[in-house]
């Protein structure tokens, strides 16, 4: 098991405790789902979501997985010291100054835009290194990358540009869909922004552009499976199900009271 402290106001109320027998049962539910050339990306953001990062990727690797997603380059530097050695994925754009992290830990960014990407093709080439991106979309939900709605071709074109700069190794592309990480069906919305991300996918392949499509969450990979493509980027359905967490804590006291207190 692994075991996290947790406190309120600095002081100590209990123990989150990820058990790793259960966490294993998840992953290979996940697992068995997978259709034929699907791999899981295991969201290890926020410290494995309050869990501990490190054991939790580490114990994901043993079972097989290669691939991982945080959020910010610290997160990946922190399981790259810990000796992980998948590929890592950091969804935050990163900064110039921060390029020389990336290349020397192995990190895999993102770019979110043209002059994203021109900015650190620039920045890239003037080290002479190369390093490993995915493209991030729009397709809907308002957040950062490059905006689909209802301009698919000026898209594609800004997607041909990114690929074609020095410095960067594009190997994948991906997006968020709007009702990710909700319990509710997004529906109508949820699936006019899967189709702009697969047409636009199909585009890319279709001009001899390769590149691994990842577009589900955890909920969203159960609702709409047929849209898993190369990677599938599960947290949640790993930690949070069949008794993976459970917190422990100490009862201060216990005391009966008469009948007369109000």
Known sequence: ACVRRVEIRGQRIGERVADMVFLEKN????????PAGTEIMAVVKADAYGLGAVPIAKKLAQLGCMYFAVTFIEEAIALRKAGLTGQILAMMPIEPDELDLACKYDVTIIIKSVDHGKTLSEAALSRGVNLKAHIKLD??????????????????EDIRQ?????????VGIFTHITSAGTTHDGGQLDRRELELFSNICDRLENRGIHLFRHCLSSEPWERYPKYAFDFVRVGTCLYLRNHTVTLQTEIVQLKTLPECVP
């Open 162 to 170: 990114i690929c074609a700069l020095c410095g960067l190794n594009i």
């Open 139 to 156: 397709c809907g939900l308002g957040r950062m990358g490059i905006v689909l709605w209802g301009r698919e071709d000026e898209a594609f």
């Open 27 to 34: 992953y290979r539910v996940q697992e068995e789902k997978l």
